[in-house]
């Protein structure tokens, strides 16, 4: 059983413009997530994170939404750059779970120039 | 963000012989450090908990007396590949949380012939 998904394995975008990857869950036990981005035969490295009790969090070029009710969250990147092209995992973990990250399956960005 | 390092960054080994990884956060300690194993093309795999002092917690499926792990140290942990066969071929990372976003370390590619 899944709890993380990332339903879109690739997503091509055009430098300059948004990119927007989106990732559900299942556990309604989770309460804090995580995206991350990894280049391959490299460990994955994180770009942002958002608390339950947040439906926003916003970093430089980055911005994680989450709906609680729809169990749903997306990374905006904006805008897009070629370096951004890399595998992006979003992640989830529960308070007591010695936060133990739960994966999606990952998407690939390619942001063509 | 914090650091955490892995070595050795790759290794090959022959069928039946032994092989440690280390992982280390560097500017902060660690109770608690995770290890990952990636397949081609294919999500982060949690193998197990590292617990600083005490025993490791093992996901379902993954062999305890196979992939033994040891954190001596708030600062290091090491997974040991024990009777390696080239199914164990495979990427390995580890994690490490000083708050609730884990930083993975580089990862190690092991080869198994």
């Known amino acids: 059983d899944q709890q993380v998904k990332q339903n879109s394995p690739s997503l091509s975008v055009q430098e300059g413009r948004i990119s927007i990857l989106n990732c559900d869950y299942t556990n309604s036990m989770f309460d804090y997530f995580l995206w991350y981005k990894k280049y391959p035969a490299e460990g994955p490295t994180f770009l942002i994170s958002i608390s339950s009790i947040k439906d926003k969090n916003e970093d430089g070029r980055f911005t994680v939404f989450l709906n609680k009710s729809a169990k749903h969250l997306s990374l905006h990147i904006v805008p897009s750059q070629p370096g951004d092209s890399a595998v992006y995992f979003c992640?989830?973990?529960?308070?007591?779970?010695?936060?133990?990250?739960?994966f999606g399956s990952g998407t690939q960005l390619t942001v063509l120039p | 963000g914090a650091v955490v390092s892995q070595h050795p960054s790759w290794v090959i080994c022959k069928s039946g012989t032994s092989v440690k990884i280390e992982c280390r956060s560097l500017d902060f300690q660690a109770t608690t450090m995770f290890w990952y194993r990636q397949f081609p093309k294919q999500s982060l795999m949690l193998m197990a908990t590292?617990?600083?002092?005490?025993?490791?917690?093992?996901e379902q499926g993954v062999e305890k007396d196979k992939f033994l792990i040891n954190h001596a140290s708030l600062t290091l942990s090491t997974l040991t590949v024990t009777s390696a066969h080239p199914e164990d071929s495979s990427f390995y990372i580890c994690?490490?949380?000083?708050?609730?976003?884990?930083?993975f370390g580089p990862g190690t590619r092991l080869t198994v012939l």
């Open positions: 590292s617990n600083e002092g005490s025993k490791a917690t093992y």
């Open positions: 994690s490490a949380a000083p708050a609730h976003e884990q930083f």
């Open positions: 992640a989830a973990s529960a308070e007591g779970s010695a936060r133990q990250l739960t």
